[in-house]
C-alpha cells in the first residue's frame, strides 16, 4: 500500500504546492529550480516499471499535507506501463485517514470500516492468502506459521526478552513516591536478579490531577529505581474503564459516558470514543508524557491495551450495555465504527509521542461478556473488533509493535494445540491463534493471571473475581514458553515469594537462550 505518492507528472512538470515547503527544499539540499535532476530522482514516478507489484493507494481528498493530485499522478503512471493500480478516494478525508477541518468521521466516505474491508479484498486476490477481520485464514493455502525451534521475526531484538516484574497498583499508591527507594525497589521487585524489567501501572487521574498541571513523580522515581537496578521500563498508562482512572475534570469536558459497577467491584466510567473532547485530552496528556520520557535509556516500550486492560475501555456487560452508552436504530454500528478511529488517533498519537521506542498491544477484546467469549450481538463480535484494532496497530508501528496476550494460566491450551485447531480451522476469534499468526511479523509475549498469593476477601472493592488466579506456576511457564515469546510480565507477588525461585530461574534461562539468538541482530 502506497501513501506518499508521486511528485512527478511528467518530464519538466511538477507539483509546486508540494514542493514549496522548506522541509523538502532542504531534505534535497536546494530549490527545484537549483535541483531539478534530485527532484526528478527523488519522485517515484520515474521509477515506475512493468515488473511493478500491483499497488493500492488510500488517500483523502483533502489532504493537505499530501495532495491527493499525487495519488492520480501515480495510478496513472503505472497503468502506462499496465501495472494494476486502485485508488480509494476518501470523501472528506485528511491526512492519514483524519476527517478534513469542518468534517467529523461520519462525513468520510468510504467508513474506516470498509477501507480495511477493500484493502482485505486487495491482499486476498493478489497475495492468495487473506486474513479475514476475525484472523482467520479464509482463502488459499493455510498460512504458514513459526516451526519450533523458535523462529522469531525481522523486528525482535535482545532488548525486548526477559523477565518483567508488573504490579497492578504500586504506583498509584502515594507511598510509591514518599517511601525509601529501596522499600519501594523490593516492593515492585526491582531487586530480584531474575527481572529485567518493570511494568507498573499509572493511572491519568494521578499524573494529572488538574488540566495541563502534571504530577510526574511517580513516573520520575520508576525511572530513578530502574536507572539504580539497572533495569528497563515499560510504560503503561491507565484512561479508561475504572472511575479511578481519568481525572475528575476530564468528565466535565468529556460529557459522553456510562456509569457502572465493574466485575471488579468498583464504580466505572466507560468514556465513548467517539467523543472528540475525551480522545483531545487522552491525546495532549500523552504528548506530555512522551516529551518527558520518550528519550530515556531505561525506556523499552510503552504499553497499550485493546480492552481488559482498562487503558482505554471495554464493555463487559452484554448489547444492553453498549446501547446505552451509544443509543439509537444506529447506535451499535456506529460505536464500532468510532472506536477504531479512536484507537487509530491513539495509535498515531502514541507514535508521535514516543517515535523511537517499540509498542506492546495487550490483545483483548474491546466487547465481551466473559460468560461467552467471541459472542457475537447483532453483528457486533469482540474478537473480530480486536483483531482489526491489532491489524491497525501493525500497519502504523510495523516490527516495533509487539503483541500481548494478558492472562496466561495453567488453563491454557499449549502452542501445537493452537496450532492444530487452525489448521482445522476450528480457532476462530481466538487471541492466541491470531498471535501465532503474526508472529512472523511482530514480537510476542504474555502476562500471567494473579497468583494463588493474591486471593483475598472477594466482597472487597478492587478485588477480581476468582477466575482470574492461576495456581500452578510451572504450567503457566511452560505453556507460555510452548510459543514464541520473548518476555513474560508476571505480578509481583508470584516474583516476591521464595518458593517460586526455582521454577522464575528456569523461565529466565530459557528466555536468555532466545536472547542470545537474537544477539547477532543486535
Not at 446505552?324 to 491513539?346: A, F, I, N, Y
Request: hydrophobic share 40%.
Amino acid at each position: 500500500m502506497v501513501q506518499r505518492t508521486s511528485l512527478w507528472a511528467k518530464e519538466g512538470t511538477y507539483d509546486k504546492e508540494a514542493w514549496a515547503e522548506p522541509p523538502v527544499v532542504k531534505f534535497l539540499g536546494g530549490t527545484f529550480s537549483a535541483k531539478a535532476d534530485i527532484y526528478r530522482r527523488a519522485s517515484p514516478t520515474h521509477h515506475v516499471s512493468k515488473d511493478d507489484p500491483p499497488v493500492l493507494f488510500v488517500h483523502g481528498d483533502q489532504d493537505r499535507t499530501v495532495p491527493f493530485s499525487q495519488s492520480v499522478i501515480m495510478m496513472e503512471k503505472l497503468k502506462e506501463v499496465a501495472v494494476e493500480a486502485v485508488l480509494i478516494t476518501v470523501k472528506n478525508g485528511g491526512h492519514q485517514f483524519a476527517p478534513a477541518e469542518g468534517k467529523r468521521v461520519e462525513d468520510m466516505d468510504p467508513s474506516f470500516d470498509e477501507i480495511l474491508r477493500r484493502t482485505f479484498e486487495f491482499l486476498d486476490e493478489h497475495l492468495k492468502v487473506a486474513v479475514s477481520t476475525s484472523g482467520d485464514v479464509t482463502k488459499g493455502e493455510p498460512k504458514s506459521l513459526p516451526s519450533l525451534p523458535m523462529q522469531f521475526p525481522p523486528g525482535a531484538t535482545a532488548d525486548a526478552c526477559g523477565i518483567w516484574a508488573f504490579d497492578l497498583s504500586a504506583a498509584a499508591d502515594r507511598r510509591f513516591v514518599t517511601d525509601p527507594l529501596e522499600v519501594v525497589a523490593k516492593r515492585i521487585s526491582a531487586d530480584n536478579p531474575l527481572v529485567d524489567g518493570l511494568a507498573p501501572r499509572f493511572l491519568w487521574r494521578t499524573l494529572e490531577p488538574e488540566e495541563g498541571k502534571y504530577d510526574w513523580a511517580p513516573v520520575d522515581r520508576l525511572f530513578e529505581i530502574a536507572a539504580r537496578y539497572k533495569k528497563q521500563v515499560a510504560l503503561r498508562f491507565l484512561a479508561g474503564a475504572s472511575r479511578r482512572c481519568s481525572p475528575d475534570w476530564v468528565w466535565t469536558r468529556a460529557t459522553h459516558y456510562l456509569d457502572k459497577v465493574t466485575s471488579w467491584k468498583e464504580n466505572g466510567r466507560i468514556p465513548y470514543l467517539g467523543d472528540p473532547e475525551f480522545q483531545r485530552l487522552w491525546n495532549g496528556f500523552l504528548l506530555e508524557a512522551g516529551k518527558r520520557y520518550a528519550n530515556r535509556p531505561e525506556l523499552q516500550r510503552v504499553c497499550m491495551s485493546c480492552g481488559l486492560g482498562q487503558e482505554m475501555y471495554y464493555i463487559r456487560g452484554g448489547i444492553e450495555e453498549l446501547k446505552q452508552l451509544s443509543p439509537g436504530p444506529d447506535g451499535v454500528r456506529k460505536w464500532e465504527k468510532d472506536l477504531l478511529w479512536s484507537w487509530h488517533e491513539t495509535f498515531l498519537t502514541y507514535k508521535r509521542a514516543f517515535p523511537s521506542k517499540a509498542f506492546t498491544l495487550d490483545l483483548s477484546s474491546p466487547i465481551v461478556n466473559l460468560a461467552a467469549p467471541g459472542e457475537k450481538m447483532e453483528g457486533v463480535d469482540g474478537e473480530e473488533l480486536m483483531v482489526k484494532i491489532a491489524m491497525d496497530a501493525s500497519g502504523i508501528f510495523g516490527d516495533h509493535l509487539y503483541l500481548q496476550q494478558d492472562g496466561l494460566s495453567e488453563r491454557n491450551p499449549k502452542a501445537d494445540e493452537v496450532r492444530a485447531k487452525i489448521d482445522s480451522d476450528k480457532s476462530k476469534g481466538s487471541n492466541r491463534g491470531f498471535m501465532l499468526r503474526m508472529a512472523d511479523k511482530q514480537v510476542l509475549g504474555f502476562e500471567t493471571l494473579l497468583p494463588d498469593e493474591l486471593q483475598g476477601i472477594t466482597d472487597a472493592p478492587g478485588t477480581p473475581p476468582p477466575t482470574v488466579f492461576f495456581h500452578d506456576l510451572r504450567k503457566t511457564i511452560e505453556i507460555g514458553l510452548s510459543f514464541p515469546i520473548l518476555y513474560l510480565e508476571i505480578f509481583t507477588a508470584t516474583l516476591n515469594n521464595p518458593k517460586n525461585e526455582d521454577d522464575l530461574r528456569r523461565l529466565k534461562q530459557e528466555l536468555d537462550q532466545r536472547r542470545k539468538a537474537l544477539a547477532p541482530r543486535n
